[in-house]
């Protein structure tokens, strides 16, 4: 039974999910290889690889088990980025542009 470690940000644990594919002990999984590290490095969250399909949820732990992976359905959202580390999503932006309107309107209202 392989065994996989997603960080969940909101609980600060790692969330362990298992398969029923066979793992010989020992062997150590292949390393993920980064498109384009910068100078400080991969971006983990963007790098690693993702958590297979057809698992299911074992439990909390907080130390992780088996290999360490991202859950893509849910990291970006998580996060709160977009396309890379430091992007905003396009709500967020509405939101300043309706709250920027809404402030010039209330301040041309209030100094007639």
Same mark, same amino acid.
């Given at each position: 039974?392989? #065994?996989?470690?997603?960080?969940?940000?909101?609980?600060? #644990?790692?969330?362990?999910?298992?398969?029923?594919?066979?793992?010989?002990?020992?062997?150590?999984?292949?390393?993920?290889?980064?498109r384009n590290?910068?100078?400080?490095?991969?971006?983990p969250y963007?790098?690693?690889?993702?958590?297979?399909?057809?698992?299911?949820?074992?439990?909390?732990?907080?130390?992780?088990?088996?290999?360490?992976?991202?859950?893509?359905?849910?990291?970006v959202e998580?996060?709160? @980025?977009?396309?890379?580390?430091?992007?905003?999503?396009?709500?967020? @932006?509405?939101?300043?542009? #309706?709250?920027?309107? #809404?402030?010039?309107?209330?301040?041309?209202?209030?100094?007639?």
């Open positions: 039974m392989a #065994l996989y470690s997603v960080w969940d940000w909101s609980k600060n #644990l790692y969330k362990v999910y298992a398969d029923q594919r066979p793992v010989s002990v020992g062997v150590d999984p292949e390393p993920p290889r980064p590290p910068n100078i400080l490095g991969a971006v963007e790098d690693a690889k993702t958590l297979p399909a057809n698992v299911r949820f074992m439990g909390l732990s907080h130390v992780p088990r088996g290999e360490i992976v991202r859950d893509a359905r849910s990291t998580l996060l709160g @980025l977009g396309s890379e580390a430091g992007g905003t999503r396009p709500g967020t @932006l509405a939101g300043i542009a #309706l709250a920027s309107a #809404l402030l010039g309107f209330m301040i041309a209202r209030w100094s007639r």
